[in-house]
T-cell receptor, first 115, second 116 residues
């Protein structure tokens, strides 16, 4: 099925470093979401973006909804060991029709933080 | 406020059997979406239910079905299990209304299904 292009696929960083990951799509999305998943658990919502150009922060996390509505990025500042996990971007199309309840996901970015 | 709950958390079945998974959404949420997560295919949308009606369906065979009850709880069923159905099955709930925040989905912990 269709997936968003998420990069990088994995990152190995030192504690304290900043992290940046992004997602691109050939389709326009009405909503962009960023999730974090840890082993054995479901994805946990980090940030939700609803408007093109929107820049939203959640603690050390900052995400932006691209102007073209086809991309988004997530930054993590001053990483800590508990940031370890898999980060997913997800997009949802224009509300209604074939977009009802359907999120399209990126392949995920595996983040490893060395103390 | 309780989050999305899924039961059971782990399940082992053999080929040819059928399985039913359950999902209870966040209180007040009327939309439940189901996803399959595998290492090879990632997170794939199965279907979505709102007010007991299926509004959307992904590209999965008819062996995958679901339903929603009047209290918004949802079940999904997989019949004639195949080895390739081994996966983490996730459900997510949302208000289900269109517009800002209406569709933001919150996930449960998932049901890990192993088919032998």
């Amino acid at each position: 099925g269709q997936q968003l292009n998420q990069s990088p696929q994995s990152m190995f960083i030192q504690e304290g470093e900043d992290v940046s990951m992004n997602c691109t799509s050939s389709s326009i999305f009405n909503t962009w979401l960023w999730y974090k998943q840890e082993p054995g658990e479901g994805p946990v919502l980090l940030i939700a973006l609803y408007k093109a150009g929107e820049l939203t922060s959640n603690g050390r996390l900052t995400a932006q909804f691209g102007i073209t509505r086809k991309d988004s990025f997530l930054n993590i500042s001053a990483s800590i060991p508990s940031d370890v996990g898999i980060y997913f971007c997800a997009g949802q199309g224009i509300a209604g029709g074939t977009s009802y309840g359907k999120l399209t996901f990126g392949q995920g970015t595996i983040l490893t933080v060395h103390p | 406020k309780a989050g999305v709950t899924q039961t059971p958390r782990y399940l082992i079945k053999t080929r040819g059997q059928q399985v039913t998974l359950s999902c209870s959404p966040i209180s007040g949420h009327r939309s439940v979406s189901w996803y399959q997560q595998t290492p090879g295919q990632g997170l794939q949308f199965l279907f979505e239910y709102f007010s007991e009606t299926q509004r959307n369906k992904g590209n999965f065979p008819g062996r995958f079905s679901g339903r929603q009850f009047s209290n918004s709880r949802s079940e999904m069923n997989v019949s004639t299990l195949e080895l390739g159905d081994s996966a983490l099955y996730l459900c997510a709930s949302s208000w289900g209304t269109s517009g800002r925040a209406g569709e933001t989905q919150y996930f449960g912990p998932g049901t890990r299904l192993l088919v032998l």
